[in-house]
């Protein structure tokens, strides 16, 4: 598919223009470390699946990755174990509950039903191939940075700031080794779960990871396959189902393309087959989502003509 590199540029530049001092929302601060970002910053970014990058804004400042992590580990476990795996150990439902619920395992019981919630990523980190808490640490990190970019590291400050502060998380963990949807140390995977969340990403490896994934799992800018291809389709499924938690729903009814966000601020979408569109903006709404990270999605998405449900 050829694209127009002026429209992208247009529809970009735009967005960031309408959005860029929107205001409303406020920092994550259940995080320490998040709470002190600067809640200024502001940044868009596509990548496309022939290896184009637009962006505009603070594109390469380094932010927590958090919850878009999920979609990381729900990629490598996939490739470990597959689908059915996945599917009947996991689950593939929106819980309809925020992202960190308890509540939501109680009522299934015990099973997670999401990847995409604490729960369920917790329960997917352990079902990840590997000897050792290190190993699989280690084989979460490479595959965050093959998808999205090389420059992705974990950050001790963020760390530090979530190992000290992840009780609930914690609580959740053993709950879950306590119905049988644990496969791992339970401490060890929440501690492996907290580091995948505190890697420093910025927008432009954001928008490539989306764009990986509209690709069917080869990196545009690598030109590595990463993914084998039958497994983006789960992933895609999963993030319009949950990937924007109790606003995943309205951001389908009214975007209509596979999303995820972070308590970090970021947030990517992508159209499969076309690109990866992403935004980063710390301050959230009541659901953890971002709010200019999500109309700026939106807008460009919506210039650019771009909604899954659109029968044209
Ligand atoms: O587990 C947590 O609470 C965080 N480390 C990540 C949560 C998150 O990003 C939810 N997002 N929107």
Request: glycine share 10%.
């Amino acid at each position: 598919m050829k694209f127009n590199a002026r429209t992208i540029r247009e529809a970009v530049t735009r967005a960031h223009s309408d959005y860029a001092v929107l205001e409303g929302g406020k920092n994550a601060d259940y995080i320490p470390f998040l709470a002190g970002v600067p809640s200024s910053l502001v940044a868009v970014a596509v990548v496309t699946h022939d290896g184009q990058i637009v962006s505009c804004g603070d594109s390469e400042y380094r932010f927590a990755i958090e919850s878009i992590s999920k979609v990381c580990s729900l990629a490598l476990a996939l490739e470990d174990v597959g689908t059915d795996v996945l599917h009947e150990k996991v689950g593939a439902d929106p819980t309809g509950l925020p992202f960190n619920s308890v509540l939501a395992l109680e009522l299934h019981n015990g099973k997670p039903l999401s990847p995409l919630v604490n729960a369920g990523a917790m329960s997917t980190v352990s079902l990840i191939d590997a000897i050792d808490k290190e190993e699989r640490w280690q084989r979460i990190l490479t595959m965050q940075r093959n998808l999205a970019g090389k420059g992705i590291a974990l950050s001790d400050d963020v760390n530090q700031s979530e190992q000290s502060t992840n009780f609930h998380n914690r609580a959740i963990a053993w709950l879950l080794y306590s119905s049988g949807a644990m496969y791992s140390d339970p401490m060890d995977a929440c501690d492996v779960y907290t580091r995948q969340c505190s890697t420093l990403i910025n927008t432009i490896e954001l928008a490539t990871l989306g764009a990986t994934l509209a690709s069917g799992g080869i990196n545009p800018l690598s030109r590595q396959r990463i993914l084998k291809k039958e497994n983006v389709p789960p992933i895609l499924a999963e993030m319009m189902m949950e990937g924007l938690y109790g606003s995943s729903g309205d951001w389908a009814y009214s975007v209509g393309l596979p999303g995820k966000s972070g308590v970090g601020g970021g947030i990517v979408a992508v159209v499969p087959g076309v690109m990866g569109i992403a935004a980063f903006s710390p301050p959230l709404d009541e659901a953890g989502n971002s709010v200019r990270g999500q109309k700026i999605v939106a807008s460009v998405a919506k210039e650019l003509g771009y909604n899954l449900f659109d029968c044209n």
